[in-house]
């Protein structure tokens, strides 16, 4: 395009200007029209400012030299310029820009309507190029996405930045640190990113750093030889020299002894290890992720956690968002969950009902996925019917569901009133007998207690 609009305007130097999204312009192209090279063109913000505001072509000769040339025009002395707007759509995309140094030079208005049908034709051009370019940028980032392999469910915003990030951190080889609450899922995103990576064919060893005391860790993590205490009685590899080569995930960082975080530096910085009662370091080729549902910044403040290890395992940091933080998969994960357990129950179970999921997904789940995944199990288990119901759910949720919110929870309550009234004259008509009130409510007595006690009708029903 440059070389074209060096055959219609006698310039020195011409630059395609790009604006951006963010209102701001960058350079595409900056070319010495004469010898046909590319060079830095320094161009008049003032104009180009103007140009795209104005959304006007702008011709400009005869520029002043020294103190009566515009302050951006002096260092490069330009006598004549001419800049016309790249439009598309009534948008201004961006500019084409040419000047000259040259006092003998000048531009006219017949130059100007040449450069700017070139521009007409040329700003399409451009703008389909650089749709092109978002759509392949698009495309490579939903390859990579799919192409990530993972065990967790759910398609929320927050979860898909979360495979966005196994996609980008797997490949690589970095020290990783997860962050979440108890039973966000912490581990699964371990074994994705390990999944994703060149060690995926070597080991995964997951360790739980709040699971042992401090000594059994330590020879835990790097094993021992024989006769280091009493009852060594043979050699013995650490999970670190097991996971030689592949991934180590260690969970509940925070937990770590001070003793043992200072050991752990040293293989994160050198490399290298020493069994307990051994004489010899032994290098180990592995890959640390690490997790906790602390706030390590702040242990490090209260000098609880070393800063020098938090700034080894924190390189690149992956936030687990809370279940309640990404409602909208609730539904997904509760059938999910429902899907693997319910082919070991001793009924059918085709589904959960829509009061039961709107329970569901206005708690708010403080134990996340790990209470979810409980209480459907709950529910399989309790259970009578082919559908998940509300009084199969456990009374914390149905107490902190808040179902009364919308056309689904108002269903809900005037259900329950309906329970509520029809157990009540069952009793009444049995005397307060709670077996014969089941029996004539066609319930077993068992699930007739349990369905009083989620219905909040404790002392209810007794004959007055």
């Known amino acids: 395009m440059l070389a074209l609009v060096a055959e219609i305007v006698p310039a020195e130097r011409g630059a395609i200007l790009s604006l951006g999204d963010d209102g701001d312009f960058t350079a595409v192209a900056g070319w010495d029209l004469r010898t046909e090279a590319e060079r830095k063109v320094e161009i008049s913000r003032h104009v180009i400012d103007r140009v795209i505001r104005e959304r006007v072509a702008v011709l400009s000769n005869g520029i002043g030299v020294g103190a009566s040339a515009p302050e951006e025009m002096r260092p490069v002395q330009v006598r004549s310029l001419l800049a016309v707007p790249l439009e598309v759509f009534n948008q201004v995309r961006g500019v084409i820009y040419v000047d000259t140094c040259d006092p003998a030079v000048t531009f006219d208005s017949a130059q100007l309507r040449l450069v700017a049908a070139v521009g007409t034709v040329a700003a399409l051009a451009l703008e389909n190029s650089r749709r092109m370019q978002t759509l392949r940028a698009e495309n490579r980032r939903l390859k990579a996405e799919v192409n990530v392999q993972h065990d967790m469910v759910g ?46 064919n070597n080991p995964f060893v997951a360790i739980n750093c709040a699971a042992m005391p401090e000594t059994l860790m330590e020879s835990e993590l790097f094993g021992y030889e024989k006769g280091a205490f009493t009852g060594a009685t043979a050699q013995k590899k650490g999970k670190l020299e097991l996971a030689n080569g592949g991934t180590v995930f260690l969970d509940e960082i925070g937990e770590l002894a001070p003793a043992l975080q200072a050991k752990l530096l040293r293989v994160l910085q050198e490399r290298v290890f020493d069994r307990l009662g051994g004489i010899r370091s032994i290098p180990v080729n592995i890959r640390v992720l690490t997790a906790t549902n602390r706030d390590l910044a702040e242990e490090v403040r209260r000098g609880s956690f070393r800063q020098d290890l938090y700034y080894r395992l924190n390189v690149v940091s992956i936030g687990m968002p809370a279940l309640r933080e990404r409602r909208e998969d609730i539904p997904l994960l509760a059938q999910h969950l429902l899907a693997k357990h319910a ?26 996925v790990r209470e979810l995944k409980n209480t459907i199990e709950r529910a399989i288990v309790l259970g009578t019917g082919e559908m998940i119901a509300p009084e199969d759910l456990p009374e914390t949720v149905l107490e902190n569901a808040k179902p009364g919110v919308g056309p689904v929870g108002q269903y809900h309550q005037v259900i329950a009133a309906t329970k509520r009234e029809l157990i009540n004259k069952a009793l009444q008509q049995n005397n307060g007998n709670y077996t014969h009130a089941a029996k004539s409510l066609g319930l077993h007595p068992n699930y007739l207690h349990r369905l009083m006690r989620n219905l909040n009708m404790k002392g209810e029903g007794m004959p007055d």
Do not use: F
Request: net charge positive; glycine share 8%.
């Open 155 to 200: 398609d929320s915003p927050r979860m898909r930045q979360i495979y966005q990030m196994i996609a980008k951190v797997g490949p690589m080889d970095s020290t990783t640190l997860i962050c979440g609450e108890s039973g966000t899922g912490k581990e699964l995103v371990a074994r994705a990113i390990h999944r994703n990576s060149p060690r995926a």
């Open 343 to 368: 082919a070991k129950a001793p009924r059918r179970i085709t589904g959960i009902s829509r009061e039961a999921q709107s329970c569901l997904v206005a708690y708010q789940w403080p134990g996340n």
